[in-house]
């Protein structure tokens, strides 16, 4: 029986993304995933925000849009439920789409002394995930 692992939906082709579009995975990506995972899409900032959103990134701990507004509550509920599932589906494992505040694994969206940049940090699903024990495959490393 294959493993089951969450990942990010818009690498599966769903247009979640903040900008109404998708960052699908290529084929041959895709395919290695398949043959050894049972994969389980979800996305985060669409279970508590709408499609399309403003982009967000981190100022410090909090997340914050473009507009200046505060969005952290929303993507901790989203980052809650993909802990929920996972708990529930017995998932142990998440791959995650780069540069992302949610999903971010290697490297996630922030804006630091007046520049938009890309850290090397967790995005706030991925640290949810890892801290409560899940293993982490980045986008890069399939
Ligand atoms: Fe993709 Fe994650 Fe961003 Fe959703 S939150 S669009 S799944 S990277």
Do not use: H, Q
């Not at 579009?21 to 895709?30: A, D, I, V, W, Y």
């Not at 142990?92 to 949610?102: A, V």
């Not at 706030?124 to 899940?134: C, Q, R, V």
């Amino acid at each position: 029986m294959k493993k089951k692992a969450m990942i990010s939906k818009c690498m599966l082709g769903f247009p979640c993304r903040y900008d109404g579009k998708s960052k699908p995975l290529e084929k041959e990506k895709l395919d290695k995933l398949k043959k050894e995972y049972e994969l389980i899409p979800f996305c985060p900032e669409a279970f508590a925000l709408p499609t399309p959103r403003p982009a967000a990134r981190f100022i410090g701990d909090r997340i914050i849009d473009i507009n200046g507004v505060d969005k952290t509550d929303a993507f901790l509920k989203g980052a809650k439920e993909a802990l929920r599932i996972c708990k529930e589906e017995g998932i142990k494992i998440f791959i995650g789409k780069e540069k992302s505040p949610s999903c971010g694994i290697k490297k996630t969206s922030a804006y630091i002394n007046g520049c938009e940049c890309k850290c090397d940090a967790f995005g706030l699903t991925s640290k949810i995930l890892k801290e409560n024990g899940l293993k982490l495959i980045s986008e890069w490393e399939i």
